[in-house]
């Protein structure tokens, strides 16, 4: 996985509340990795190339569009979408968007969009990367909550993701990627 052979210093997160991310997030079949803000692009690539997603549409944040993102797939050969993603969304093989906010005891990202487009990336690929910041991420679903409830005003859609999609029938049969993405993968940034 990228990033595993670098040492980071992750001045917003501990390594405790990381790991306990990461584990969690694991344990439902996701993945995670982390990325000093000058390399999260260079680790989105490298992702993209291990499962060879060759398009993909991406709700643009300003730490995506900073980081240069789009460009780093673009010269890297995939076919970048960040507008009309409604039209691009459902056959794009990726999707990125940022997550506002991740919880450590559940390894889930936690999205609070007025827009529409980050949840359409999010639900709608097969192959879907998060990007969350280190200094976002709470202990506890309690503590997500507490952020929640004092919002001014809660968006439009708040949106708990944990792993990638999963179903069973009326038979008990689990499936994976039936309402969602197959693959899902967190990248936590360190955002000093």
Known sequence: MAGKGCVLVMNSITDDLYESFKTNLESVNGMCTRASKANLAK??????????????SI??????????VATALQEAGVTVHTD???????TDKGGISEAQHGIAELGTIVQ??????????????????????GSSIVPTYDEMFDIL????????????????SRTA????????????????????????
Do not use: W
């Open 84 to 90: 009309h993603i409604r039209l691009h969304a459902e």
């Open 149 to 164: 409830s004092a919002m001014p005003e809660i968006p439009n859609f708040v949106g708990f993701v944990t792993g990638p």
């Open 112 to 133: 609070e969009e007025d827009d529409a487009d980050g949840r359409m990336v999010s639900t709608m690929s097969e192959y879907y990367i998060g990007v969350l910041k």
């Open 59 to 68: 709700a643009q944040s300003p730490l995506l569009i900073e980081v240069g």
């Open 43 to 56: 680790v989105i690539v490298e992702l993209y190339k291990e499962n060879e997603i060759p398009t993909t």
């Open 169 to 192: 029938d009326i038979e008990c049969v689990g499936t994976v990627g039936v309402h969602g993405p197959i693959q899902l993968c967190v990248v936590v940034v360190d955002d000093e």
